[in-house]
């Protein structure tokens, strides 16, 4: 299952950065996972200051 990114999002677009499939996209106040791209690797949960991502 793909990761998604709650609402404790910062916006700092670390994720986005250093998504190795490039999921990762600014979206409405916070930053958005494509589920079809994801391939839980976990580099965005692992990458993220303050935990937003997880598996969904």
Do not use: L
């Not at 670390?14 to 600014?26: K, L, Q, R, T």
């Not at 079809?36 to 303050?50: E, H, K, M, Q």
């Amino acid at each position: 299952m793909a990761y998604v990114i709650s609402d404790d999002c910062i916006q700092c677009g670390a994720c986005a950065a250093e998504c190795p499939v490039s999921a990762i996209s600014e979206g409405d106040g916070k930053y958005v996972i494509d589920a079809d791209t994801c391939v839980d690797c976990g580099t965005c949960a692992d990458t993220c200051p303050v935990g937003a991502p997880s598996e969904g």
